[in-house]
Protein backbone atom coordinates (compact mmCIF):
# COMPACT_ATOMS: atom_id res chain seq x y z
CA UNK A 1 0.00 0.00 0.00
CA UNK A 2 1.23 3.27 -0.91
CA UNK A 3 0.55 6.84 -0.26
CA UNK A 4 -3.18 6.81 0.94
CA UNK A 5 -5.75 8.84 -1.08
CA UNK A 6 -8.64 10.59 0.40
CA UNK A 7 -7.39 12.20 3.43
CA UNK A 8 -9.11 15.31 4.46
CA UNK A 9 -7.53 17.65 6.74
CA UNK A 10 -9.62 19.05 9.68
CA UNK A 11 -7.12 21.45 11.24
CA UNK A 12 -3.48 21.98 12.26
CA UNK A 13 -3.51 19.01 14.48
CA UNK A 14 -6.42 16.33 12.88
CA UNK A 15 -7.11 14.63 9.62
CA UNK A 16 -10.43 12.51 8.46
CA UNK A 17 -9.39 9.06 6.70
CA UNK A 18 -11.76 6.33 5.80
CA UNK A 19 -14.77 7.82 8.06
CA UNK A 20 -12.20 8.18 10.91
CA UNK A 21 -10.97 11.23 13.00
CA UNK A 22 -6.94 11.39 13.59
CA UNK A 23 -5.04 13.12 16.18
CA UNK A 24 -1.38 14.17 15.80
CA UNK A 25 0.65 12.29 18.05
CA UNK A 26 4.36 11.94 19.13
CA UNK A 27 4.36 8.21 18.90
CA UNK A 28 5.78 5.93 18.67
CA UNK A 29 4.07 5.02 16.02
CA UNK A 30 1.72 1.96 15.73
CA UNK A 31 -0.10 -0.18 13.47
CA UNK A 32 -3.09 1.72 12.13
CA UNK A 33 -1.44 4.93 12.37
CA UNK A 34 -1.30 7.35 9.46
CA UNK A 35 1.71 9.50 8.85
CA UNK A 36 2.57 12.52 7.10
CA UNK A 37 5.97 12.80 5.16
CA UNK A 38 7.35 16.66 6.23
CA UNK A 39 10.77 16.89 4.91
CA UNK A 40 12.02 15.59 1.56
CA UNK A 41 14.62 13.53 1.83
CA UNK A 42 13.24 9.89 0.43
CA UNK A 43 12.99 8.82 -2.74
CA UNK A 44 9.57 7.20 -3.39
CA UNK A 45 7.61 8.61 -0.63
CA UNK A 46 5.95 12.00 -1.33
CA UNK A 47 6.38 15.30 0.35
CA UNK A 48 3.50 15.90 2.22
CA UNK A 49 1.63 12.78 1.32
CA UNK A 50 0.13 10.39 4.09
CA UNK A 51 0.91 6.48 4.40
CA UNK A 52 -0.92 4.01 6.37
CA UNK A 53 1.49 2.07 9.38
CA UNK A 54 0.77 -1.51 8.55
CA UNK A 55 3.48 -3.59 9.10
CA UNK A 56 5.45 -4.61 12.01
CA UNK A 57 9.01 -5.56 11.83
CA UNK A 58 9.38 -6.93 15.46
CA UNK A 59 11.97 -3.68 16.39
CA UNK A 60 9.72 -1.07 14.89
CA UNK A 61 6.84 -0.42 12.92
CA UNK A 62 6.51 0.65 8.87
CA UNK A 63 4.93 1.69 6.00
CA UNK A 64 5.29 1.18 2.15
CA UNK A 65 6.36 3.46 -0.29
CA UNK A 66 5.45 4.28 -3.57
CA UNK A 67 7.24 1.57 -4.86
CA UNK A 68 6.01 -0.44 -2.66
CA UNK A 69 9.32 -1.30 -0.66
CA UNK A 70 8.72 -1.50 3.19
CA UNK A 71 10.38 1.55 4.79
CA UNK A 72 10.67 1.08 8.82
CA UNK A 73 9.88 4.02 10.81
CA UNK A 74 13.01 4.22 12.84
CA UNK A 75 14.61 1.16 11.59
CA UNK A 76 14.62 -1.70 9.55
CA UNK A 77 15.92 -2.45 6.30
CA UNK A 78 15.35 1.02 4.57
CA UNK A 79 14.99 3.51 7.45
CA UNK A 80 13.28 6.54 7.89
CA UNK A 81 13.97 9.51 10.16
CA UNK A 82 10.47 9.41 13.24
CA UNK A 83 11.41 13.42 12.83
CA UNK A 84 10.57 13.50 9.04
CA UNK A 85 6.90 12.27 9.78
CA UNK A 86 4.21 13.56 11.52
CA UNK A 87 2.08 11.06 13.09
CA UNK A 88 -1.42 10.72 13.67
CA UNK A 89 -3.52 8.62 15.54
CA UNK A 90 -6.91 7.34 15.46
CA UNK A 91 -9.55 8.45 17.64
CA UNK A 92 -11.81 5.94 19.31
CA UNK A 93 -15.42 7.24 18.99
CA UNK A 94 -17.71 6.73 22.07
CA UNK A 95 -20.99 4.78 21.74
CA UNK A 96 -24.01 7.11 21.79
CA UNK A 97 -27.20 5.44 20.72
CA UNK A 98 -28.64 2.11 22.47
CA UNK A 99 -27.45 0.75 18.88
CA UNK A 100 -23.94 1.87 18.83
CA UNK A 101 -23.68 0.42 22.85
CA UNK A 102 -25.36 -3.22 21.34
CA UNK A 103 -22.26 -3.26 18.57
CA UNK A 104 -19.89 -2.04 20.68
CA UNK A 105 -21.06 -5.13 23.10
CA UNK A 106 -21.37 -7.36 20.63
CA UNK A 107 -17.59 -6.61 19.52
CA UNK A 108 -16.11 -7.18 22.36
CA UNK A 109 -17.88 -10.70 23.32
CA UNK A 110 -16.20 -11.46 19.73
CA UNK A 111 -13.04 -10.89 20.86
CA UNK A 112 -13.36 -12.18 24.26
CA UNK A 113 -14.52 -15.21 22.57
CA UNK A 114 -11.52 -15.56 20.00
CA UNK A 115 -9.07 -14.85 22.78
CA UNK A 116 -10.76 -17.82 24.77
CA UNK A 117 -10.80 -20.23 22.24
CA UNK A 118 -6.79 -19.13 21.56
CA UNK A 119 -6.36 -20.09 26.02
CA UNK A 120 -8.57 -23.54 26.08
CA UNK A 121 -7.01 -26.58 25.80
CA UNK A 122 -8.59 -29.15 23.56
CA UNK A 123 -7.55 -32.16 21.56
CA UNK A 124 -4.58 -32.65 19.51
CA UNK A 125 -3.42 -29.11 21.14
CA UNK A 126 0.21 -29.10 21.63
CA UNK A 127 1.25 -28.55 25.92
CA UNK A 128 3.45 -27.91 28.16
CA UNK A 129 4.16 -29.30 31.43
CA UNK A 130 5.19 -26.39 33.69
CA UNK A 131 4.64 -28.63 36.67
CA UNK A 132 6.20 -31.86 36.70
CA UNK A 133 5.19 -32.48 40.11
CA UNK A 134 1.62 -32.98 39.16
CA UNK A 135 1.87 -35.78 35.96
CA UNK A 136 3.15 -38.64 37.81
CA UNK A 137 5.75 -40.64 35.60
CA UNK A 138 5.40 -38.21 32.32
CA UNK A 139 8.61 -37.78 31.32
CA UNK A 140 9.21 -35.23 28.86
CA UNK A 141 8.06 -31.92 28.66
CA UNK A 142 5.93 -31.35 25.53
CA UNK A 143 3.22 -33.34 24.98
CA UNK A 144 -0.48 -33.65 23.01
CA UNK A 145 -3.41 -33.68 24.45
CA UNK A 146 -5.53 -36.74 23.15
CA UNK A 147 -8.63 -36.48 25.87
CA UNK A 148 -10.61 -34.10 27.40
CA UNK A 149 -12.45 -34.58 30.15
CA UNK A 150 -14.51 -32.14 31.73
CA UNK A 151 -15.19 -33.86 34.81
CA UNK A 152 -12.14 -35.38 35.42
CA UNK A 153 -11.53 -36.46 39.48
CA UNK A 154 -9.82 -34.34 41.33
CA UNK A 155 -9.23 -31.60 38.69
CA UNK A 156 -7.31 -34.39 36.34
CA UNK A 157 -8.73 -33.01 33.06
CA UNK A 158 -6.64 -33.79 30.58
CA UNK A 159 -4.59 -36.55 29.33
CA UNK A 160 -1.60 -36.02 27.42
CA UNK A 161 1.03 -38.06 25.62
CA UNK A 162 4.48 -37.37 25.11
CA UNK A 163 5.22 -36.03 21.53
CA UNK A 164 8.64 -38.10 21.72
CA UNK A 165 8.15 -41.29 23.40
CA UNK A 166 4.61 -43.17 24.43
CA UNK A 167 4.16 -41.92 27.90
CA UNK A 168 0.62 -40.92 28.48
CA UNK A 169 -0.85 -39.48 31.75
CA UNK A 170 -3.81 -37.68 33.06
CA UNK A 171 -3.04 -34.43 34.38
CA UNK A 172 -4.27 -31.44 36.58
CA UNK A 173 -5.42 -28.28 34.52
CA UNK A 174 -2.92 -25.89 36.38
CA UNK A 175 0.17 -29.05 35.68
CA UNK A 176 0.23 -27.63 31.57
CA UNK A 177 -0.16 -24.21 29.38
CA UNK A 178 -0.66 -24.45 25.60
CA UNK A 179 1.75 -23.76 23.54
CA UNK A 180 2.02 -23.50 19.12
CA UNK A 181 2.99 -26.42 16.91
CA UNK A 182 5.62 -23.91 16.12
CA UNK A 183 6.70 -23.38 19.97
CA UNK A 184 6.50 -27.41 20.18
CA UNK A 185 8.50 -27.97 17.22
CA UNK A 186 10.95 -25.70 18.37
CA UNK A 187 11.82 -27.09 22.19
CA UNK A 188 11.68 -30.40 20.72
CA UNK A 189 14.50 -29.54 18.21
CA UNK A 190 16.23 -27.45 21.59
CA UNK A 191 15.58 -30.86 23.30
CA UNK A 192 17.36 -33.37 20.60
CA UNK A 193 20.25 -30.92 20.39
CA UNK A 194 21.14 -30.65 23.87
CA UNK A 195 20.85 -34.51 23.97
CA UNK A 196 23.54 -34.78 21.29
CA UNK A 197 25.49 -32.54 22.64
CA UNK A 198 25.85 -34.15 26.10
CA UNK A 199 26.11 -37.82 24.58
Not at 58 to 80: H, K, Q, T, W
Not at 118 to 131: A, E, F, K, L
Not at 168 to 182: G, M, R, S, Y
Request: proline letters at 3%; one cysteine or more.
Amino acid sequence: MAKLSGVKTLNDREIEYGGERYVMTEGPAQLGDVARRNEDFYADVELGSFYRVVNDLGDCVAFYDDESDVRGLGGGRFPVDYEDFTLFHRVKSTPQSPDEIRALIEEKRAEIAELEAQISINVDDYVRVIDPYLVGDFSGDIAKVTHVDEDGCDNYTYKIRDVIGNNADWVAVDAIEKITPAAAKAALIAQIEEAFKSA
